[in-house]
């Protein structure tokens, strides 16, 4: 059980790839079947709200089941942030009919895995299993959703639980605190300003009335999402889902959000954090960017190319100039996330090499901002990129779960299936025009947040 944590090296593949966060590394990707998955996306809905997605994959006799909640940390109310994730914890401590616990027993003993993890915008419960045991899994899930049972005592322990993990992840680790100061600086009075773990004085006053009613409101058939990827299509899964999730009463109405509008910065921000634990300085910088279901898909792929020209691997400016031609940094990149529904972002992160510090590293990155603004982009490194990112979309369709991860989570903030289906058609139509357009609407005139992470200043 996770929570979506900011991190130098998770946001990098924060990548579009399959329309949604996330791609392969082409370093670790699999060798491509001879027989490629065929994706399309089929879908349907129930007569309780509740909607389906199918991506067939008939290629071995396994299949990955997700149930999406359109609700994350983003939705929580002043006061009990971190009831999202608590919920997603307490998922798993049993039913009416199952014991706490004997889900992930019955899944392991099927031969299956699961999981679960929160976002800000969302929140997912995934099984993948042989084909002949979904029906078992789509009885587990639709029972949970159901017939959750929640005790005050199950509750307080997995508020410990809970606490613990906050510590491990969040006040152990420097890096953490520097994004907390940043998204904070950057998102302003937005819940993306918190940690979707929630702030610790809420989470330490949780409790199962909060859970129950947390449930109650948005666990219910015309909040959620079925997502099925692997050797089954519509017509075999739709007898399925409308006995097993079709049968179920909404014990309230589909979420309607009305979050506070993520407003530009008024002027650039710098967040320093010295820490004992930091063995390495950090350099980082943030901008505010559309996210996808704000942009059209043409516009989408772009800022995905202008990603990867300027910092995705050692082909890029970036890269190139500060590690190679100027040896001021051990490492450079950037990225683009915009998978959130109310706002995306663009950052760069460097580690200083040498005698190089942040001022260095800042006045270089500085100028490959410039220079791509007044020279463009070469027709080699826009094709360089599309090929990449192209590559990068068929080797994360050769991947059960990241299809379905891919189709859920994008369907979460607004992107329609048929999008992501087609998303290499539209990377392939980018031309040099459409990224410096990107560009100039990130970079000309913006203001952004910057953050260092440091050692202790010796005394």
């Known amino acids: 059980m996770t929570f979506a944590i900011f991190s130098p090296t998770k946001i990098l593949f924060r990548r579009l790839a399959l329309g949604c966060a996330m791609a392969v590394s ?25 909607r389906v997605l199918v991506i067939p994959d008939h290629r071995a006799p396994v299949v990955t089941s997700m149930v999406w909640y359109d609700v994350g940390s983003a939705d929580e109310a002043k006061g009990k942030t971190g009831l999202a994730h608590f919920l997603e914890h307490l998922m798993f401590k049993g039913t009416k009919d199952l014991a706490p616990g004997e889900f992930s027993k019955v899944i392991d003993r099927n031969g299956g895995t699961e999981n679960a993890f929160t976002s800000y915008d969302y929140t997912a419960y995934y099984e993948v299993i042989a084909r002949d045991r979904l029906p078992l899994v789509l009885k587990l899930e639709a029972d949970r959703m159901a017939n959750l049972s929640l005790t005050d005592k199950i509750a307080k322990t997995e508020l410990n639980v809970v606490l613990e993990e906050y510590r491990m992840r969040i006040e152990n680790n420097p890096m953490s605190k520097l994004s907390k100061k940043m ?16 702030v610790k004085q809420d989470v330490e006053g949780l409790t199962g009335a909060d859970a129950r009613a947390f449930y109650d409101r948005y666990y219910t058939p015309a909040n959620a999402t079925l997502v099925v990827a692997g050797d089954i299509d519509a017509d075999e899964l739709k007898p399925l889902a409308k006995k097993y999730f079709g049968v179920i009463k909404n014990r309230a109405d589909r979420i309607e959000r009305t979050p506070p509008p993520v407003k530009p ?28 279901a704000a942009l059209s898909p043409e516009e989408g792929a772009a800022f995905e190319v202008l990603g990867q020209i300027l910092g995705a691997g050692t082909t890029s400016r970036l890269y190139k100039t500060l590690v190679v031609d100027q040896g001021i940094a051990a490492s450079a990149q950037s990225w683009y996330s915009g998978g959130r529904r109310d706002s ?77 289906h087609d998303w290499p058609s539209y990377v392939k139509q980018v031309t040099a025009n459409d990224v410096m357009a990107a560009a100039r609407k990130l970079f000309d005139g913006t203001h952004y947040v910057t953050g260092e992470l440091l050692p202790e200043e010796k005394s």
């Open 265 to 292: 910065l008024a002027k650039s921000v710098r967040e320093v954090v010295r820490d004992k634990r930091v063995s390495e300085p950090v350099w980082m910088r943030t901008y505010l960017a559309p996210q996808y």
């Open 183 to 198: 998204d904070h600086a950057l998102y302003g009075t937005h819940p993306y300003a918190r940690r979707v773990i929630g």
């Open 26 to 50: 082409l370093a670790v990707a699999p060798a491509l079947a001879e027989k490629p998955a065929d994706t399309a996306p089929q879908s349907f809905g129930l007569s309780n709200g509740m």
């Open 344 to 420: 995306g972002e663009f950052g760069f992160y460097a580690i200083p090499r040498g005698k190089a510090g942040f001022p260095e590293i800042e006045k270089s990155v500085d100028a490959v901002i410039a220079g791509l603004l007044k020279d463009g982009v070469t027709a080699e490194e826009l094709e360089r990129a599309k090929t990449l990112i192209e590559a990068e979309s068929v080797y994360a369709r050769d991947d059960q779960m990241h299809m379905a991860n891919a189709y859920g989570s994008a369907l979460m903030v607004g992107v329609k299936p048929d999008i992501i």
